[in-house]
């Protein structure tokens, strides 16, 4: 009888201990897909949204989009660099399609959409696998803001090696509407940059150079050229175009700006990389 209790005692101790496995590994499975799930997180962590508007920045499923709180900031940014497209309104109905220059594998690309018309701090934040090298966007959220192609930054970056160092690689993006033929994109002969500063400027200065497979600075292509529009008020896009015939043929280039505030205060924005290619490859 003994014998029985004992045998009965040492299965109970086995399913108590087989229990306890169990719910410490699905403790550690749900917790592990917690904090994926939380590090998937598309929005900028330094953007307040705006109030309980039903159209605040927010997570909307695979990207953070909205209407963010005002940013107080004097600095001079690119928040576009795109294939020049043609313009059109965005509609709830059909999305836009985003391509951008085909990368390495396994490369995370941050794609950013900002607000151009005067007052409206709209953004939109994604991170997209490299592969394939596109993204359907939905236009509901710009539909409600009665927004034009015109009216919406784009910027594309990813982080890859260049040389010894990973550097941050901008991505032109090719952007039409699902609903148009992609073949429209073919016809893209320039690029075209937009600039963002939230105060007046008097001159801006654009120095663009190719680099070499390891990011080795090569030919001067414009060296402190400035873009002479004669007028530039803060808070409006400063827009400027990159002929492809321009960069002949090159597949990497750097691109510094450089401006002077009404007052003659310098403002520079950071170098960035960019790559010339078509989407996809």
């Known amino acids: 009888m003994g014998g029985v209790r004992e045998v009965t005692s040492r299965i109970c101790h086995r399913?108590?201990?087989h229990l306890w496995l169990i719910g410490c590994v699905m403790a550690h499975a749900l917790s592990s897909s917690l904090l994926a799930e939380a590090a998937r997180s598309h929005c900028d962590p330094g953007l307040q949204a705006a109030g309980a508007?039903?159209?605040?920045?927010a997570e909307r499923g695979d990207r953070c989009e909205g209407i963010y709180a005002q940013e107080v900031s004097g600095?001079?940014?690119i928040v576009s660099?795109?294939?020049?497209?043609s313009n059109y309104r965005f509609s709830a109905e059909r999305?836009?399609?985003?391509?951008?220059p085909g990368v390495e594998s396994g490369r995370e690309v941050e794609v950013r959409a900002s607000g151009l018309r005067r007052k409206l701090h709209y953004r939109m934040d994604?991170?997209?696998?490299?592969?394939?090298?596109?993204?359907?966007?939905?236009?509901?959220?710009?539909?409600?803001?009665?927004l034009s192609r015109s009216e919406v930054g784009l910027l594309a970056s990813t982080e890859q090696p260049v040389g010894e160092a990973m550097r941050r690689i901008v991505l032109p993006l090719d952007v039409t509407p699902t609903a148009r033929p992609?073949?429209?994109?073919?016809?893209?002969?320039?690029y075209s940059v937009v600039l963002l500063c939230t105060l007046e400027l008097q001159e801006v200065y654009v120095t663009l150079?190719?680099?070499?497979?390891?990011g080795k600075p090569g030919r001067v292509l414009r060296e402190g050229v400035g873009l002479d529009h004669g007028f530039y008020p803060a808070e409006r896009p400063i827009v400027f175009r990159i002929p492809y015939s321009e960069l002949d043929g090159g597949r990497m280039f750097s691109l510094s700006i450089g401006a002077d505030l009404k007052n003659g205060e310098p403002r520079v924005v950071p170098e960035i990389v960019f790559l010339h290619a078509e989407p996809g490859r």
């Open 15 to 17: 399913m108590r201990r």
């Open 53 to 57: 508007r039903a159209i605040a920045y």
């Open 75 to 77: 600095a001079l940014r």
């Open 81 to 85: 660099f795109t294939r020049r497209s």
């Open 95 to 100: 999305a836009s399609l985003l391509r951008w």
């Open 126 to 146: 994604t991170k997209r696998p490299s592969h394939p090298p596109a993204y359907t966007w939905p236009s509901d959220v710009l539909a409600q803001l009665e």
């Open 182 to 190: 992609a073949e429209a994109a073919a016809s893209a002969s320039e």
């Open 209 to 214: 150079r190719a680099l070499d497979v390891n």
